[in-house]
Each structure stands twice: as C-alpha cells, then as structure tokens.
C-alpha cells in the first residue's frame, strides 16, 4: 500500500550534499536525532501553551518538514558514514514515537477538537510504529505499511494546523481526525499482517 514514505529515497538524494557537509563537520547522527525531538518537543509546549495559535499552526508545516529532512539525515550519516550504533537505533524509534507525541498531542488543547479522538490519533500511531519495530523481533524486517505511516501523520497534521486557520473546528474536524485514528488502526493491522506475511514466505 504507497505511502509519503515510499517517496523518501528521491529525497534523501536531494539532501545527500547537506550529509556530507555535516559528517565532514563532525556532526553526528545521534546529534542530529536529538536536534529533531528538541525542536518537537519545543514546539509541542507552545502549541500547549497557547492553545493553537496562529503563528504556532502556520509554523507546524515547517516544523514537520524540517523534522522529516533532519530524520533522513540521520539515517543517512548513520548508514553512509559508518555512525550507525545500537544507541542509535535506540533513539531513532524512541524519539520517532515522543515526538509525535509532542507535536500532535497539543491539539487536544485546541478548543472544539475533540481530545479524545487525538489523544486515539495517536496513541494508534505509537502503536503502529510499536508493531513495525516488533516484525524484527520475530524474525521479519522493520515494517513501514501503511496506510498511514509517520509521514502521513505529519502530513495529516500538518494540513489539519492549516485548515484550523480558516475554518473553526466542528464537524469536519471530528470527522476527519476519526477518519485518521481509524486509518493508524488499520496500519497496526495492516504491519502486523505482512510481518506475519514475510516470516510465512521466508519459511515456504
């Protein structure tokens, strides 16, 4: 099922130069995962803290792009430069999943979305990279199915961040982010189903 990620190798080769300048520099992978959830986390507390303004919803587009590009960084300087570490891998899933968590939680804060349904939003998207990571402890590889993959979600909320800005939250909001918790379940189900799908095929 094609996703946002399926588009991830075109743009890495666009950010391949910006690696290089970094690894040469002597920035490291790990830094690099650490910058994204600080700037995540960041923003989150003022999407808290103001209750969606204005400027904090024009500026989470941006944010999430920027996110996307220093998490493909990342992988790049730990695979192409020989960075790649077991805390690495560590912190790339965990930081993945809490800054999510930090940038879309927020919302619940907003008057009119229904906490509920972002609060099922997301939890449904740490589950879904939860049961990725699990395909490799049963013998299958990291499984990044969709329908509705990280880079979805970003997507997802970051039009959600602008569509607020015009529009007052009512039906269509509530609509539209149960249509998300309902599409971050059918990934859980969906990863689970071809991991199980790989092992079968791998033993046949």
Known sequence: MPTIYDL?????????????????????????????FGLSLTHG?????????????WSLPVVLFIR????????????EFGQKSN???????????LSDAALYLPFAFITGVPPALIVAAVLF?????????????IG????YDGPFGKSDRAFFFGALALLLLFFEPGRWSTVLIAFAAALGLATIVNRERMALREIRNGNA
């Open 8 to 36: 991830k190798p075109k743009f890495q080769a666009l950010l391949r130069p910006v690696c290089s300048a970094l690894a040469k520099g002597g920035v490291t992978a790990n830094q690099v995962t650490l910058a994204a």
């Open 45 to 57: 507390a003022a999407n808290a803290a103001t209750g969606g303004a204005a400027w904090v919803l």
């Open 68 to 79: 996307m590009a220093m998490n493909a960084v990342d992988g790049m300087l730990a695979r």
């Open 87 to 97: 805390l690495g891998a560590i912190l790339n899933e965990l930081t993945d999943v």
């Open 125 to 137: 998207g740490v589950v879904a990279e939860t049961t990725g990571v699990v395909g490799v402890q």
């Open 140 to 143: 299958a590889s990291r499984r």
